[in-house]
């Protein structure tokens, strides 16, 4: 029996990793620990609720005692770390959010599994799901590998990057047995529609304005959210303790051709003529210190794990968009509220 620890299990890329380990490990006691924030939601893992080898825990990370209490209390073995503060333009108008949940949330859990491991590592595993902006920006050319030189540009990926460096400081010090993925843009069901796909689709769908930043000549490399819970399955399990492994999904896309792209998908998906969804592309003031280019390269992975991305990306963004037309209730029920003052002030001008 292995007692895991999901943090930040009821968000976008958490409900899809709870998901895989609760139905594919009946034999493993799956923990999901979550705060429920504004990304956070329990409708993503209805499907699984009922499962016997799952919990619910409602919880912060940012407070210390109630983590170590749970530590003590349910004796975890692994920890799958992905609770977060995650969308960069929020890091922008609140950064010390960012520091308390990303930073702060991390050192305690480490604490935490230090103290109720004491010493004990065997068939232990703290696993750190991180991501490739703590990188920075590329140019034109190159690719970020495990060995490029940390250069965060943005609060998110600044307080990303701060906890990396705590995770490694652990194992260094105090031996903890870490892993740690850097992974690309996600993209698939249940994703907040904060970030550019979902709130594209949404807006669509509702025939408004697609605020697209600058020319929308950034690029990004992007990947479907379950080939990322395969591949954080495989470094759970394969991956070598203390080392490093990018995550990427072999597909660059320039913001305005991914728009274009999801546009004539959408159009055959609605029965609009077709090139109509295109005329809602709108360019708006760039975001302040918007990374240029993100690409991974993802061959560490592949060639000590044997993990590559199993879909091709038209075929990811097809079933996606079927995922946000089929579920309606999803999409009314996270875009009402808080959501609609949160659209006002971010695309205000
Ligand atoms: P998300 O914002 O959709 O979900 C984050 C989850 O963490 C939510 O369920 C939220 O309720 C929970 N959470 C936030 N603060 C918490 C706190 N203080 N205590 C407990 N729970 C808390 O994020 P996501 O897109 O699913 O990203 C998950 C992880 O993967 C993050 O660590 C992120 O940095 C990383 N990542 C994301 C991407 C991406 O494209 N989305 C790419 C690479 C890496
Ligand atoms: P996003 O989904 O926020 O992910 P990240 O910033 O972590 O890469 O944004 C993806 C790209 O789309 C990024 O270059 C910013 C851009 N973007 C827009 O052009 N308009 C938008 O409204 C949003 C949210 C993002």
């Not at 896309?253 to 998906?269: E, F, Q, T």
Request: net charge negative.
């Amino acid at each position: 029996m292995k007692r895991i620890l999901i943090t930040g299990g009821a968000g976008f890329i958490g409900n899809h990793v709870v998901r895989l380990f609760v139905n594919k490990f009946p034999e493993y006691e799956i923990y999901n620990l979550d705060q429920l924030t504004y990304a956070g939601n329990l409708e993503n893992l209805k499907d699984i609720e009922g499962k016997e080898n799952y919990t619910f825990i409602k919880g912060d990370i940012t407070n210390a005692q109630f983590i170590d209490e749970l530590f003590i209390k349910y004796q975890f073995e692994g920890v799958i770390h992905l609770a977060a503060e995650s969308h960069v333009d929020r890091s922008i108008s609140d950064p010390l959010a960012f520091v308390n949940t990303n930073v702060i949330g991390t050192v305690n859990l480490l604490n935490a599994a230090k103290s109720c491991w004491a010493n004990d590592y065997s068939n232990k595993l703290f696993y750190h799901i991180s991501t490739d902006e703590v990188y920075g920006s590329l140019g034109e050319e190159g690719l970020f590998t495990e060995e490029t030189s940390y250069d965060p540009q943005s609060p998110y990926s600044a307080s990303k990057g701060s906890s990396d460096h705590f995770v490694r400081a652990y194992a260094n010090t105090y031996k903890l047995p870490i892993v740690i993925s850097n992974c690309s843009n996600n993209y698939g069901p249940n994703q907040f529609p904060e970030k550019l796909l979902p709130l594209c689709i949404n807006n669509i769908k509702n025939n408004k304005p697609l605020p697209i930043y600058g020319k929308g000549e950034n690029i990004r490399d992007w990947l479907y959210v379950v080939d990322h819970a395969r591949a954080i399955n495989t470094i759970f399990h394969q991956g070598r303790a203390g080392e490093t492994y990018n995550i990427g999904g072999i597909n660059e896309w320039k913001n305005i051709d991914i728009v274009k792209l999801l546009c004539d998908i959408m159009d055959k998906k609605l029965n609009r003529p077709e090139g109509k969804s295109r005329e809602l592309i709108t360019f708006v003031k760039d975001r302040a210190g918007h990374d240029m280019r993100y690409a991974i390269d993802a061959s560490k992975i592949e060639k000590e794990l044997g993990w590559t991305p199993s879909l091709q990306f038209e075929e990811g963004l097809e079933k996606t968009v079927d995922w946000y037309l089929s579920n309606t209730n999803w999409l009314e029920n996270v875009t009402s509220g808080d959501y609609q003052n949160y659209y006002s002030n971010q695309y205000q001008s």
